[in-house]
Structures are given as C-alpha cells and as structure tokens.
C-alpha cells in the first residue's frame, strides 16, 4: 500500500531557512500536498502541487517534487516563530483517498 | 464560507457512555472523512464518503465506532461503548470531487474518555 514518510522533528533558527522532507511510495500520485497543524489546531491547506510540476512557489513557500526519487520537499523562506507547527504532507493516489505522512515537527529558534 | 463545523469541540466522558460526534462539511463539497489523532499513532483516516455512502470503513477501529452520513450537510461519528483508549483528537475533514482532492479539516474534537 501506499506510504509517505517524514522526518519528526527540525530545528531553526529564526531569520533561516527551512526545508521539510517528504518521500512516498505511490507512483500514481495525482497531486502532493503540504498542510499545517498549529498546536490546539486542525490541519491547514498551505500549498499543493501537481504530479507533472516539479516546482511550485508560493510567497516564502517552494515545493520541489523529484518524481524519480518520489520526494517532496517544502522550503520555508525567512522562517519566522509563527512557523513553528507540525508540517504535513500528503499524496493522492486515487480515489478521493489521502496518505498522510507523520508529519514534521517544525521549532524556531529565537 | 464557514468551514468544516464539528461539534463539541471538547468532550469528557466516562468510560462505558455513548458519545456522538458532529460534522457538517462546507457547501458543495461531496465527500467527508474522519480521521482520528493520537502521539502514538500519528493521523488515522477512519471512514470517508463520498456522495453520502460510506466508501471505506477499514479504518474504522472495531465495532465500538460507526459512523453515518443521512444527508450531504451533516455526518455523525459514535463510539458505544467508549473506552479509554479512545481519548484522541477527532478530525472532520471535506472535498469536492475535482481535478484535486484537496481536503479541507474542521477543528477537530478533542475526546477524553476516564
């Protein structure tokens, strides 16, 4: 079955950047997604790309999707502590189905 | 648009009681899930409809928990009897049938069952 594996936590430093991983295993992602969790919170939508895209860019957020490799990676610009959440990400492989991966726990440092 | 909408957000119960869990996912949408939080098991998806018939229930943990969707506006999620190890965050979550599957999360009840 499907899979989608992340690392569980990172730590930085406020003013750096943050790149989150992601791998999956489902070939047959349509779309990937990268949702947000603040504590006490559900999850939100931050970004989502398309399978045929390799690159997306949004304001302080850029994801990067190696297909090849079945890596996605979300690049947070300028990290700032109101950055500090759970980074999720997530892939749809048909269906109305999503795997979520176990997602990364983001800390900012001052 | 107001969003996801469960109810309650919080819940304490004890152990043995029927508790019932509310969702109503946002207009337009034909699909809903519910999934479950907890730190030892990460996010579970649990049961998700589409066009309020219940698709895939392997989620679903056991007997305890069913799960209804009697219109596109509303779906209730109860656990009988509860048991402690139930104690998670419950997430409502919608999509509408398109190009992407893009879920949109409630705020989640949040179930402590003593």
């Known amino acids: 079955g499907e899979d989608v594996e992340q690392s569980l936590f990172l730590s930085v430093r406020e003013g750096d950047s943050s790149v989150i991983n992601c791998t999956y295993t489902?070939?047959?992602?349509?779309?990937l997604y990268w949702y947000k969790q603040e504590p006490g919170a559900g999850l939100q939508l931050l970004t989502y790309?398309?399978?045929?895209?390799d690159m997306k860019q949004d304001q302080r957020l850029t994801v990067l999707l190696n297909k090849k490799d079945k890596h996605l990676s979300l690049r947070i610009a300028d990290t700032q502590t109101g950055d500090s959440a759970i980074y999720f990400c997530a892939e749809a492989g048909g269906g109305n189905k999503l795997t979520f991966g176990t997602g990364t726990q983001l800390k900012v440092e001052l | 648009d107001a969003g996801v909408i469960q109810s309650p957000r919080h819940e304490v119960t004890e152990m043995g009681q029927e508790v019932t869990l509310r969702c109503k996912p946002i207009?337009?949408?034909?699909?809903l899930f519910w999934y479950r939080q907890t730190m030892m098991r990460g996010l579970e998806l649990l049961i998700y409809f589409n066009n309020n018939v219940p698709i895939d229930d392997s989620g679903m943990p056991e007997d305890r928990f069913s799960a209804k969707m009697p219109n596109a506006s509303f779906s209730t999620l109860k656990i009988q009897p509860s048991e402690p190890r139930d104690s998670a965050v419950y997430f409502c979550a919608s999509s509408f049938d398109g190009r992407e599957e893009t879920q949109y999360f409630g705020p989640g009840t949040r179930l402590l069952v003593l």
């Open positions: 489902d070939s047959s992602s349509t779309y």
């Open positions: 207009s337009g949408h034909n699909s």
């Open positions: 790309i398309f399978s045929n895209m």
